[in-house]
Nanobody, 112 residues
């Protein structure tokens, strides 16, 4: 079955950076779109970024465009989300998504 395991979250000051990882198993990783979503307290889960099977096409929410970069390593079955210039409003649990499956999430807190 599809398994997605996120890691790399933590506490960071405004303006800082974090790199999230999503380790995937149970499916042919290199054939499928990978996405990141996030959910802040009291809010609905929202789309953050998506990358196609080859890594040649990426899409971003307007709120993160120019600050976040999604990438993937098909040899390692891992997707990444590089987050720069972090803001307090980026605070959320970040989830990896593939084939309608979700990981357990990783907490990102941006605070001074």
């Amino acid at each position: 079955q599809v398994q997605l395991v996120e890691s790399g979250g933590g506490l960071v000051q405004p303006g800082g950076s974090l790199r999230l990882s999503c380790a995937a198993s149970g499916f042919t990783f290199s054939r499928f779109v990978m996405s990141w979503f996030r959910q802040a307290p009291g809010k609905e889960r929202e789309f953050v970024a998506q990358i196609n099977w080859s890594g040649g096409s990426t899409y971003y929410a307007d709120s993160v465009k120019g600050r976040f970069t999604i990438s993937r390593d098909n040899a390692e079955n891992t997707a990444y989300l590089q987050m720069n210039s972090l803001k307090p409003e980026d605070t959320a649990v970040y989830y990896c998504n593939a084939l309608d499956s979700w990981g357990q999430g990783t907490q990102v807190t941006v605070s001074s």
